[in-house]
């Protein structure tokens, strides 16, 4: 009778197992790959300046004015906040794109900011920092007639001037109705928020080519007879305005903001339904309409 012979064992191996990896990198390993990406993003702005200096050659003897593109500024920032996500702060973001846009902006064609500090100086100065950061120069004004003066003797400066009713202002507006004279051709900041760090409302006046200004609102200069409380209600339905008494009308003269297309003949029929009648009226320029960031997307 055969012996069952024993089941044949497999042979041990001679390799020791492998430890399984861990979950959790070293903070070494994480302040590598932070340092790989601060070099990649450092690349990529170097990148970003070869591709503006091969622009500045394109473009040099084709354009004239400011390099300031509002249009297409204001369509990134528009994109900058619906693609923003993760713990960084979007005033972070958004600050650091303003930065890096102005700055290559200014390497272009260099220019000046001419800031009109009569609504207080630290807002002002805040607005004009966050949206242009240090590296193009600052020029202060006490009151928005200095700015738009200094804006249409110069070549392709920036004039900032507080988009509210400022005490003792004036009809400032009044000076960009000339053909040759600038025009309003954005409102910051370009995103709205809650606890904007550079909230102050300000119109950027400047020269800039037709085709690179955004007309999404138009602003008009207006002159009305006959304003008060109705006129006032009653325009504040159809359009965003700001009102300084007129004596040559007795009555005011109006900064109005209102949507592309929009009939002004309508704004009209409602001053005068309210008692109000417009002696005048001249288009000043354009700019984005208010885009509001939600609160969860601060």
Known sequence: MAVPRPAMQPPKSSVCAMPKPTDTPSLADLRNEID?????????????????????AVKRSQETGSA?????????????????????????????????????????????VHADFSAGDAAMRDSARFHFGFTVPFVPHMGAAGVVAAVSASKGDLGLVPAIAVAGAGAW????EFDSAPKIIARLPFVERANHPAALPVFVISRVPAEAMVTEAEVWSVRV????????????????????PDSAFDGAALLISRPQGGDFAAIAEALQKAGGTVRSSALVGSHATRYTVAADKN
């Open 225 to 244: 007879s006959g304003w008060g409380p109705k006129p006032a209600q009653a325009l504040s339905a159809l359009a965003e305005f700001i009102a300084v």
């Open 68 to 112: 300031f593109r509002p249009a297409r500024e204001a369509e990134m920032m528009r994109r900058l906040v619906k693609r923003h996500k993760g713990i960084l702060p979007l005033d972070t973001a958004e600050s650091i794109w303003r930065v890096i846009i102005s700055t290559f902006t200014y390497v272009q064609a260099p220019f000046s």
């Open 173 to 176: 507006w009044s000076a960009l």
């Open 36 to 56: 790989r990406i601060d070099e990649s993003m450092h690349g990529l702005l170097m990148q970003r300046g070869d591709i503006i200096d091969r622009l500045i």
